[in-house]
Each structure stands twice: as C-alpha cells, then as structure tokens.
C-alpha cells in the first residue's frame, strides 16, 4: 500500500463529514478511485504519522459515482438529443447511452440525479434513476471476504431509504435518500426530504435495525462499526458511525442532500436492511406532529437497490404497467385519497 | 469465552453478508482480522445467542387498505420460518413473492423480478424449479389472512441473503408457473415469470430485527 492511499483513507476516517471541495487533489477529482484491499495487520503506524496532516486536508475532493437512468428514447436521432442535452450538464465525466435497453449511464462527481432527470426531461424525454453504483468495480475478492458471492454483492452497492408519509408511519415527512458505494472506500449520500418543520434541524442517523413497525421505537440505537482498521480511536470512538450530523430545513420546510462521501465505516453493503432515522433536535424524536402538522422525526428501511445494468425492468409483467407511469407513491394507500374526496364531495352537496 | 468468540466469529463471518445482522457483525471486534464490521464491545454477551438466530421483519402497506407484517427468523443454517399477518384482503389466495430489491422508487419496477440467485424461471414453493423468491399462495379468509410458511432458500444472511429485497403480496391467485405463458411480457399471461398474480396489493422492505 503506498503512503498517498493511506493519507486519502485517513482523511476519510478522520472527517468524513467534511464537504467534499473540488480544490483538493489527494485523489483524481473525477474517475472512480478502486481501493486497494484494506489490510488490518498493517499500515497503523503510516496511517498515525501522517494523520495529523490529513485532518487538515480532510476537504476531500468530490468523489464520482455511477448513475443510470431509463430515457424514454425511440431512435438514433433521440440518443443524440440525450447525449446533447447532458453535454450542457456541469460536472458529468462521461455518458453512455444505449438505444435497445433505453439506458443512459452517466459518470459524475458533482452533478446531482435531479440536475440530470430535469436536463433529460428538458431534451422532451421521460426519465427515471433505475441504477447506482458501477458493478464492474467490485469483485471476487471483496465478495469472499464479505462472506458472500458476488452476485449478491453486486447487489449490494446502493441503498435507499424512501419516506412515504403518513401511511408508512412518516408522518409530514417524505423524500429519497440515496447511498452508493463508489469504490470500496467510499459510500455516498445523495437526497431530499420534504415536510420537515420550517428552519428545524433534523438529526439524521443509520439505525441498528430496519425493524419499522412501531416506527422510530423499533429502529434501535445509532448503527455502529470499527473502520477498516480496526482504529477505534480518537473521532471514531467518541462519535458512532451511523451519527451523520444534522439536515437544516429551509423556509418551505425542505433540505436536499448534495452528493457527498459519508464515514468510511458505512457501507452500502453493511447498512442494507437497517434504516435511516431523521429526528428533530430537541423536539422529543417521538415522531408525532408538531403543532403545525410536521413531524418530528420517522424512520425508513434502508432498501437493497439496483446498480447500474442491474435491474433494466421496464414493464410489469404483473400488471403491465410502464416504468413512466410508475412513483414511489404505487404502494401508497388511495383508499385513503378516496375517502377524503368522497368527504369533500358530501360536504359540497351537503 | 474468548475461544467460543473466536469459534463463533469464524464460522458466522463464512455466512455474513452485506448488512446482515448476523452475530460477526455485533462480535467480531476482537477478530478484526476477519471482519472489520464490529459493533464496539456492546454485546459481547449476545454472542452465542445470536449465531444461532436471525430475525427480520417485513411490514406492508399498500394500495387498497391491504397492509399487515411478516416476521423471518432463522436458526444457524437451517430453513427461514415466516410467520405473516395480513389484513384488507378479499377472500381466496393471493401470490405471495420477495422481489430481488426492496426499491419502491419506480414502483414495481424498481423492485426488479422475483428474487431468483439460480436463474430458474417460476413455480412452486415446493417444485425444484422454482425462484427462491416464489413462496406460492397465501390464504384469505372473512377473518383475514394469517399464514406460516418455512423455506429453505431465503436466508436471512450471507449469499443469497433476502434482508433489503422487498415482499410483495399480490391480487391473484399465483399459478404456480402451471398457467398461461403464450405472451411474455403481457400481462396475465407470464406464468414462467410472475405466476399471472395480478396487480401488487402491498409491498415492504425486509428490515434487519435484533435477535
């Protein structure tokens, strides 16, 4: 392992919640960084004597993901408008589109997915995140020492925790948030969240368990892990790994997650099953509503999610339903929406 | 107890796998050498207890009041016992299928097919050829729908682990793979791949429980 590896995963270690900066250049800025295997036994005394530095140059320069999207395209001519349309996107390294499976695979350290749907959408297309995470980076060998295959594995990149309202027991609040693996060292965050309380801060954990049926009771304390190291000293000790730091709301009561690394103890492939928590400071975590109807806190299962060419469904052979007519609100109750409606058309005839 | 610890690291981290809550992930700290997934020192007493039993839950919420929960749990290696509670259904059976994500983002869609790690195509939960994640019918009656069914290819770790996937129950009756498959890709007439189950009455992620 050279020294500059050692420096760049120290620095993860040390402040993972540093916001990534595009002037640091510990690592290429762009192209997808493969880790060397970690290695237990050794490198502790090279990752000590240059960790002082690395605190100081924690500021990681952004780190690329893999991103695929299903384009609603017809030919040639609507690849090329895809292709022209992305080109005007700041941030994106590198775009593939593929006319036959209607995918369009897009490299980006800075670039956001809604950034990228609205671009495609603009071009007059239909367009939908179905993968994250670039499969072909993770192999055999990490697999074997995660104890499991690598079809699983490969599966095993991207997580991501949906918040439904108040019929998943979320109350006020709503959104996607995202996390991919893009290289063995480093797991991303990307996201929104909606129907937080006006200005609140929010504190957003990984939860032990994935356990939802009584909602932000059942979810257990704050995730935990050692690093790759084993180091249990120092920032990690004192701060969990689930522990992600606080969300402030904006005025319409909204926060988005900018894609950024998170703790190098948190793997896409370890927080699979458990759930994200966000819970307001102060405001009990109890998850009821406040005063204004917002909710102070809810808690989502961290779902297994495809990786790019992983999953390229595009009709339901169930229902025949097409992946354009499809939301993440399909498994949410409308006989509720029904009855509301009937309600109000009562009330007006009454 | 340092020999069971390490006995036991051994043998759980063969089957540990992504997120799995298996007792590696809790106890390995002193074998990090192994697996650097440790929980600090936390739960040092749970060690045996939790090589021995797995536990995850799934609840469903759905589209037209069907919702309810369904616990899995798993001894060592051995079959994965589910044990569900489904209320809001009409009355008959109801295929009953774990997708291979538990990604509602795209609805169906984003769920991918029936979880299937051996590339068959669909039947029963008793035929050979079958997805892992077929699990057949579930019965509704006027008083709701509580079932029990224990399967030996959903495991609750390691390879093929089903923690993450989604649970889907859906508004047919599934057939089995027996049914009509004259046109792939239409609906009602996939037997070879859905089961011809009809729409997805409710949907869940699997979630990890403590053991």
Redesign the interface.
């Known amino acids: 392992m050279s020294a500059a590896s050692c420096v760049s995963r120290a620095a993860v270690a040390v402040a993972p919640r540093a916001p990534p900066r595009a002037s640091s250049s510990r690592r290429p800025t762009t192209r997808r960084v493969r880790a060397p295997p970690p290695r237990r036994d050794a490198s502790a005394s090279a990752t000590e004597s240059t960790a002082a530095e690395s605190t100081t140059a924690a500021e990681e320069a952004p780190v690329a993901r893999s991103l695929e999207f299903m384009v609603e395209m017809a030919c040639g001519k609507c690849v090329a408008k895809v292709e022209h349309a992305l080109a005007h996107v700041p941030g994106i390294d590198a775009v593939a589109a593929t006319l036959s499976t209607n995918s369009v695979r897009v490299v980006t350290a800075t670039a956001s997915t809604d950034a990228i749907v609205a671009a495609i959408e603009r071009a007059g297309f239909n367009c939908r995140l179905i993968g994250q995470g670039d499969v072909g980076a993770f192999g055999e060998e990490l697999a074997r020492r995660l104890g499991t295959n690598l079809r699983t594995l490969r599966q095993s990149l991207a997580a991501v925790a949906e918040f439904k309202g108040s019929a998943y027991g979320h109350g006020s609040i709503a959104g996607v948030v995202r996390f991919v693996a893009a290289d063995e060292r480093n797991t991303l965050i990307e996201g929104g969240l909606r129907g937080l309380k006006p200005f609140a801060t929010y504190a957003m954990t990984v939860r032990a368990y994935g356990d939802t049926t009584r909602g932000l009771e059942t979810v257990g304390e704050v995730y935990d892990a050692a690093d790759d190291d084993g180091d249990d000293s120092s920032e990690n000790a004192r701060r969990a790994a689930g522990d992600m730091g606080t969300l402030v709301a904006d005025a319409n009561g909204e926060v988005t997650i900018v894609s950024r690394v998170v703790d190098a103890r948190l793997k896409a492939w370890d927080i699979i099953g458990r759930s994200l928590a966000v819970v307001e400071q102060g405001g009990g975590g109890g998850g009821g509503g406040g005063e204004d109807g917002t909710s102070t806190g809810a808690a989502a299962v961290l779902a297994r999610s495809a990786g790019v060419g992983e999953n390229l469904k595009r009709v339901c052979d169930c229902d025949g339903t097409v992946i354009w007519e499809s939301s993440p609100d399909d498994f949410t109750p409308v006989v509720v929406k029904k009855k509301l409606v009937t309600a109000v058309v009562e009330k007006k005839s009454a | 107890m340092m020999a069971a610890t390490t006995t036991c690291t051994f043998t759980t981290?063969?089957?540990?796998?992504?997120?799995?809550?298996c007792a590696?992930?809790r106890a390995s700290?002193s074998a990090?050498?192994f697996?650097?997934?440790?929980?600090?020192g936390?739960a040092a007493s749970l060690v045996v207890r939790a090589a021995d039993e797995k536990k995850?839950?799934c609840?469903l919420?759905?589209?037209?009041?069907v919702e309810g929960?369904v616990t899995f749990t798993q001894s060592g290696d051995g079959p994965t016992k589910i044990v569900g509670d489904i209320s809001g259904l009409a009355e008959g059976l109801h295929g009953f299928h774990i997708h291979?994500?538990?990604?509602?983002?795209?609805?169906?869609?984003?769920t991918?097919?029936h979880f299937n790690?051996n590339g068959m195509t669909h039947g029963a939960p008793t035929d050979e050829i079958r997805h892992a994640g077929d699990m057949g019918n579930v019965t509704a009656t006027k008083d709701g729908c509580a079932f029990e069914i224990e399967d030996a290819q959903i495991p609750l770790s390691?390879?093929?682990?089903i923690?993450?996937?989604?649970c889907v129950i859906?508004e047919l009756e599934d057939d089995l793979g027996t049914g009509d498959h004259s046109e792939?890709?239409?609906?009602g007439k996939?037997s070879k791949?859905?089961g011809?189950?009809?729409?997805?009455l409710?949907?869940?992620?699997?979630?990890?429980?403590?053991n």
């Not at chain 2, 697996?35 to 600090?40: G, I, Q, V």
């Not at chain 2, 291979?100 to 984003?110: A, K, P, R, V």
């Not at chain 2, 923690?163 to 989604?166: I, L, P, Q």
Request: with cysteine; net charge positive.
């Open positions: 981290a063969a089957r540990h796998v992504c997120g799995a809550n590696c992930a700290l990090k050498a697996t650097p997934r440790a929980s600090p936390r995850a839950v609840v919420t759905g589209t037209a009041g929960t291979e994500f538990g990604d509602t983002t795209n609805g169906c869609m984003s991918g097919p790690p390691g390879a093929n682990t923690v993450g996937r989604a859906h792939p890709g239409t609906q996939t791949t859905t011809n189950a009809g729409g997805r409710a949907c869940g992620v699997i979630g990890l429980t403590p």
